[in-house]
């Protein structure tokens, strides 16, 4: 069975390989779930923050115009 020395971000190893010839590489994406899906999601993340903050300011506005209705009740 062949081995090929992986040289990858400082850390060098031997993985063997199959009798074809092929090896499967090592996924480093997995550390960054977080990032990558923060990245992909990015606009739908921004739409529904900027919704719930208009949606707050509404309902802030209500509250105020109640609490100064029933200032001029009293």
Do not use: D
């Not at 090592?26 to 921004?46: A, G, S």
């Amino acid at each position: 069975m062949k081995e090929k020395i992986s040289m990858n971000s400082s850390e060098h190893y031997v993985q063997a390989l199959l009798p074809l010839g092929c090896w499967t590489p090592v996924c480093r994406q997995k550390r960054n779930t977080w990032k990558r899906m923060l990245k992909k999601f990015q606009p739908q993340i921004e739409t529904i923050l900027s919704c719930i903050a208009i949606g707050l300011m509404f309902l802030t506005g209500i509250w105020m115009f109640l609490v100064q209705f029933a200032n001029y009740l009293r």
